[in-house]
């Protein structure tokens, strides 16, 4: 890998989504086996930790069971949600949280967990031996953490995803109006994008261990011709933009580098994303210095514009606490931009505010010390 940060595994995520159980190369490379409209697997659970234990899918009830970890901070902050979904929908929704023990996520780690979140968890939690995540997380192909699976009031499987995206889907079934053929097509389209692009992810990979630089380009660039929402085997889901732009700007194709990365600046999913704009404009600031300020302008934007906003919820408010440290690290990179673009005020202040919040931990790279010397580089200008 060559300047652009990612992390490889074999699911979708890194950060908010984390592996319990990383896919198997056969795994990686075959379509889910569990699809939408299936007859839903059984509940294989021998251990129960709070709640009553769920031996079979009742007609009429409808199900949601939502994988998680002790470990995993995106789905403890997930719970308050969860337990105010099973509290709406009293008697016609039974909730479970289904966590695989591990040398990280023990019994006892488990015990606590939910002793101490206390009220926070008010519905039933599971034990796992594996046969639930082999049928649920395994099957769909997507073992990321937390994730979240919605069986119908006939035992069908109706959806999986992020838990906070669960409530609408929730609503639309329990109303009797959720689609599932359109439900089932969405899925068809987001497991074809994920056996293609983990394959891109290991030619990628290939190349780049053959010092190939063009055969890293032709895997971006196959990349980018999919939705970034469905990119997965290396996170960040944007990777194949920023690669694509650094690749022919390493060719020294750098016409083609402003115009891709024109084009990204205006995707999904890199547009709307701080750190991705970010990304972006470190990329493209080799190639064109005004380009990369105006791509760093829009990456502060939209850090102003989550930072102003007010976390409605425990979820919402990791979120932010977790974007902290990425926005320092835009902060980082916008500096060095407004700096190389003569605007050091901005890059003083910029780089000010991110040693701020940079964590005392020197395996951070650049650490806070490398950060402090370049400020004062900055202000000795």
Not at 226 to 250: D, F, I, Q
Not at 288 to 295: G, M, W
Request: a negative charge; aromatic letters at 8%; glycine letters at 6%.
């Amino acid at each position: 890998m060559h300047g652009v940060a990612v992390c490889v595994l074999g699911l979708a995520g890194c950060a908010a989504d984390v592996p319990p159980r990383v896919l198997t190369a056969q795994e990686s490379a075959t379509s889910a086996t569990l699809k939408v409209g299936d007859a839903a697997p059984p509940v294989a659970v021998k251990r129960w930790v709070r709640g009553d234990a769920v031996k079979s899918f009742e007609p009429g009830t409808v199900y949601v069971l939502d994988f998680w970890a002790t470990w995993c901070g995106p789905c403890l902050a997930s719970m308050p949600e969860l337990s105010a979904l099973q509290d709406r929908y009293a008697g016609k929704v039974v909730v479970i949280g289904v966590t695989r023990l591990d040398s990280d996520n023990t019994m006892s780690d488990v015990e606590r967990t939910v002793r101490q979140r206390g009220r926070a968890v008010r519905f039933r939690i599971a034990v796992d031996e594996g046969a639930t995540t082999e049928g649920y997380p395994v099957a769909v192909r997507d073992s990321a953490l937390p994730r979240s699976f919605v069986i119908d009031q006939q035992g069908r499987f109706a959806w999986y995803g992020h838990p906070s995206e669960l409530a609408g889907v929730v609503d639309a079934v329990v109303a009797g109006t959720w689609d599932m053929a359109a439900a089932r097509k969405e899925q068809d389209v987001r497991d074809a994008a994920a056996v293609r692009s983990r394959a891109l992810v290991n030619e990628y990979i290939e190349a780049g261990n053959r010092k190939d630089v063009e055969g890293e380009l032709r895997a971006a660039e196959e990349t980018t011709r999919m939705p970034v929402k469905y990119v997965t085997g290396m996170s960040p889901r944007y990777w194949a933009w920023s690669v694509r732009v650094e690749c022919l700007a390493r060719l020294g194709r750098k016409d083609e580098a402003r115009d891709v990365a024109r084009v990204a600046a205006t995707t999904a999913g890199v547009a709307d994303e701080a750190e991705a704009m970010a990304r972006l404009a470190a990329t493209i600031k080799s190639v064109s210095i005004e380009d990369a300020t105006e791509y760093a302008d829009r990456a502060m934007r939209l850090v102003g514009e989550a930072e102003a906003r007010t976390p409605a919820n425990e979820w919402e408010e990791y979120l932010a606490n977790a974007e902290r440290l990425g926005y320092g690290w835009v902060r980082v990179t916008c500096a060095d931009i407004y700096a190389a673009g003569g605007r050091l005020e901005e890059a003083r202040a910029l780089l000010r505010s991110a040693i701020a919040v940079w964590p005392e931990d020197r395996r951070w790279i650049p650490n806070k010390k490398e950060l402090e010397r370049r400020l004062a580089e900055y202000e000795a200008r």
